[in-house]
């Protein structure tokens, strides 16, 4: 943040507007393909107070883009405004032509980014694009910000794999679960919920065969509303245990459910499954071990941006262990669960190296915290 070379500086109406257009980026997380979900505040300051005269998010399926939209709202507001965009404007011809020249061709006097594109169609080509038709341009506003908003997008183009959250419920005793007895409730109906809407927000969730066999889980997103946005759920089941009268299988014509396996085409339990719905990635696996950073990069190909690691202890850790995972969200139940249990392989007393806690929340008598890997 702070002075560009064309000698002007960042405002705190600025940062003010920069912080709107992340908030309205989140609206379609998740939703726009391939493509970051950015945002575009066009404003106007008159000197008797600030005004937004246009407004985009990138379209469900990833275009139009955000500028495009925000200008087509702007209409002739446009000129002599400033656009406040949370990712580098872009410079190559896709369906429309670079939102860089839109820009330029909309008549604003100053654009406001917050992350560089590191697309290598675009990273500093579209700075350079507005710079050269006179516009001002300030970058690196609340960079870190959208950069968390965009953890997606930026993951899979910089590492060339999904962004990866693992997720852990932990009791007060540190424990995930039971040896045996099914599913526990270690939190309550509030995280229930959030947890539900990080599915609804990641492209895949993925348990080991462990979770499926001890619990039976559905892995959708039950919030009324948002009932269509169950992610595809993903299964480590080198051996094919997955038994087919399972939920996940049940429902397997509904939302898709991808069983990853080193068992051949012709195995018959995979027959009975693929005629089930079941849908099996191609996997890499030595000494029948799948290779998670294979199976990953496989993903990314396939458009998997975000995947949510759900369970159980022994995924979480193979996951930590080979350095995979970008974000933990680590949510904390109030109460003891005894007997005999499964130790989380986080909890806040013991949070792997590497990572550093960006957010707190409560919900009811449940605790939240999020922790991100620093590179
Ligand atoms: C923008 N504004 O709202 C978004 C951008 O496949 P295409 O042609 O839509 O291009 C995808 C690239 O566009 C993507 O990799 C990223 O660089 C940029 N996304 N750019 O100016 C937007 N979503
Ligand atoms: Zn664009």
């Not at 064309?6 to 507007?17: A, E, K, Y």
Request: net charge neutral.
């Amino acid at each position: 943040m702070g002075s560009e070379p064309d000698g002007t500086s960042v405002t705190t109406l600025d940062r003010r507007m920069m912080a709107a257009a992340i908030r309205l980026s989140k609206r379609n997380t998740g939703r726009t393909a391939s493509n970051p979900s950015v945002a575009t505040l066009i404003v106007r300051d008159e000197g008797n107070g600030a005004a937004i005269v246009g407004r985009g998010v990138t379209a469900l399926g990833g275009r139009p883009h955000a500028e495009t939209v925000a200008l087509d709202e702007a209409g002739e507001a446009a000129r002599g405004a400033t656009a406040y965009v949370t990712l580098e404007p872009c410079a190559h011809h896709g369906r429309t032509p670079p939102c860089a020249r839109a820009l330029v061709e909309a008549g604003v006097s100053r654009v406001v980014v917050a992350a560089t594109d590191p697309d290598p169609r675009v990273s500093g080509r579209g700075y350079a694009i507005l710079r050269e038709a006179g516009i001002t341009v300030e970058t690196g506003v609340l960079a870190e910000d959208a950069a968390h908003a965009m953890a997606d997008y930026l993951t899979q183009r910089v590492h060339h794999r999904p962004h990866v959250t693992l997720k852990l419920a932990v009791s007060a005793d540190g424990a995930i679960g039971r040896r045996t007895g099914g599913q526990v409730a270690v939190t309550g109906a509030l995280v229930r919920a959030q947890v539900h809407l990080l599915r609804a927000r990641s492209h895949a969730v993925l348990v080991g065969i462990g979770t499926v066999l001890a619990d039976d889980p559905e892995l959708t997103c039950r919030i009324e509303g948002l009932k269509d946005r169950s992610p595809i759920r993903v299964v480590l089941d080198r051996r094919l245990r997955t038994p087919p009268s399972s939920k996940l299988v049940r429902d397997a014509g509904r939302v898709p459910l991808w069983l990853a396996s080193t068992r051949p085409a012709e195995d018959p339990a995979r027959r009975v499954l693929a005629a089930a719905g079941v849908r099996f990635p191609a996997v890499v696996g030595s000494n029948d071990a799948i290779a998670l950073p294979e199976l990953l990069e496989d993903f990314a190909a396939a458009g998997i941006q975000a995947v949510m690691v759900e369970g159980g202890a022994e995924t979480a850790r193979s996951f930590l262990a080979e350095d995979l995972v970008d974000r933990i969200a680590l949510y904390t139940g109030a109460k003891n669960i005894g007997g005999d249990t499964v130790t989380s392989p986080v909890t806040m007393e013991a949070v792997p190296e590497g990572f550093v806690q960006t957010r707190f929340m409560r919900y009811g008598g449940d605790e939240y915290r999020e922790y991100e890997r620093i590179r």
